[in-house]
């Protein structure tokens, strides 16, 4: 989401870090070119104001003309200042009170509130172990009750059925009556869009509000938006009263600037990001990681994360043993893809590995992404099992027969098995270095093993 800034940064705190001391002109010009990035960025102009404004009076005080790095420390006060604007608090969905708490999802029509409703839904279903209802209150775009009600049997969660000719806030009263009286913990409201924010839009939404008095108002906003979001974070928040705020498709090229001026704007904490379309793809908005993903330093513990959310700990920890004694097969190896498909985004998830951002054209070169593991996926498939356990009997019409069974060829064929004896080679040696080795070069827990993609 905020590749655009990441690289922008990126390139002037590496001037900063070159030089070995910093005056006030250096730094000025430094903060001159942040400003232009978060511009870049689509932050809203009076944000970059006040951001500016406060790094630079820390940046050219003694803290930083003093320092041993001045531009570390630099980039110090930027990333504490990130964390302050984005919020420095983790902001979990409230769902404190009498049971059952009710969440209204408010938005522009094409924000994403529908399909942001079932993966907050099951969010709370499978994380928090809460008993959810979902309810849609848009009678006006077609066939939306229908698609919650899709999304909702996907997710495995109760939809409230749809009464021909029920409006809005009857429909609001009846879910809530039902979700007291049937032991929901929660019951998720979706609201009605409009192209654009118009009277009778916020009427109806204030009118839904005051009578189910939601624990949470959720704006779903695009991270797409840019400059425009300032307008409509405002709008709603003055309006409608909103607690918090999720920012959908933060998966794509968006230029984050959304982020930090509705935050800055509403002073509501930014609760969840939509990463990806999969009804799992919904992660908590933590300031500091993000911040650290902004400057570069990346998201290992985000990383972990969505590992642990896809892999067993038992079995990792197994193939891992069996990879350190070089007992590493093809099998293993398919293994490892399936479950770095299952984690989401391939380039998403790079964007979480420190120094990352300065690897783009390597990275670009190698063209790592959701095609070349489905590929390499399909190469292991077409082999036999035999062939997965003892590679070497991969002879030149076994490799010829495994390119045409996976349609492929027979170098992409090579440049996989050349990887498999680059991944083993290099586990051997971790194994003979002991915990030595683990600790210098091995993953986190629960992580699959590193993988060279050439």
Do not use: W
Not at 412 to 426: C, F, I, P
């Amino acid at each position: 989401m905020f590749d655009t800034l990441t690289t922008r940064l990126g390139d002037v705190f590496d001037r900063l870090k070159r030089r070995g001391a910093l005056g006030e002109s250096e730094i000025a010009e430094a903060l001159r070119e942040v400003r232009v990035a978060l511009l870049e960025a689509d932050v809203a102009l009076p944000v970059v104001k006040d951001f500016i404004a406060a790094v630079g009076e820390r940046a050219v005080g003694q803290e930083v003309l003093r320092s041993v790095t001045p531009g570390q420390m630099v980039v110090k006060i930027v990333h504490d200042h990130l964390v302050e604007t984005l919020g420095a608090e983790v902001s979990e969905i409230n769902l404190v009170g009498t049971p059952p708490a009710v969440i209204l999802m408010v938005g522009l029509q094409g924000s994403g509130k529908t399909t942001t409703t079932a993966k907050l839904g099951r969010r709370l279903s499978r994380r928090a172990k809460k008993k959810v209802l979902l309810a849609s209150l848009d009678i006006y775009r077609p066939a939306a009750q229908q698609q919650l009600a899709v999304l909702g049997d996907q997710a495995a969660l109760t939809v409230l059925p749809v009464v021909l000719g029920e409006q809005p806030l009857a429909i609001a009263k009846r879910a809530t009556e039902i979700g007291r009286l049937e032991g929901y913990d929660a019951v998720i409201l979706d609201t009605a869009g409009r192209l654009h924010i118009d009277d009778e839009l916020m009427t109806e939404v204030a009118q839904v509000r005051g009578a189910t008095n939601p624990t949470e108002t959720l704006l779903i906003a695009d991270a797409l938006t840019g400059q425009d979001a300032v307008n409509l974070a405002r709008e709603f928040h003055d309006k409608v009263g909103i607690t918090g705020i999720v920012l959908t498709r933060a998966d794509g090229d968006a230029r984050g600037g959304a982020a930090l001026s509705m935050r800055a704007v509403t002073g509501c904490p930014i609760k969840l990001l939509g990463v990806g379309e999969d009804l799992d793809a919904l992660e908590p908005f933590d300031a500091g990681r993000i911040a650290g993903r902004i400057l570069g330093m990346g998201d290992v513990v985000g990383l972990v994360e969505k590992a642990a959310d896809v892999i067993e700990e038992e079995e990792a920890e197994k193939v891992a043993a069996r990879m350190l004694k070089g007992q590493f097969t093809l099998d293993d190896m398919a293994d490892q893809l399936q479950q770095v498909r299952q984690m989401g985004d391939i380039k998403g998830m790079m964007g979480m590995l420190p120094g990352i951002g300065k690897m783009k054209q390597q990275l670009a070169q190698a063209n790592v992404d959701e095609k070349m593991i489905g590929r390499q996926q399909a190469i292991l498939s077409s082999m036999t099992k035999a062939e997965r356990r003892r590679p070497k009997i991969l002879n030149g019409s076994r490799r010829r027969r495994i390119a045409a069974g996976s349609g492929t060829t027979v170098p992409e064929v090579n440049r996989l098995l050349k990887q498999y004896k680059q991944m083993g080679t290099m586990m051997k040696k971790m194994g003979k270095m002991g915990k030595k080795g683990l600790a210098g070069g091995a993953l986190p827990p629960g992580m699959p093993p590193p993988m060279p993609f050439r």
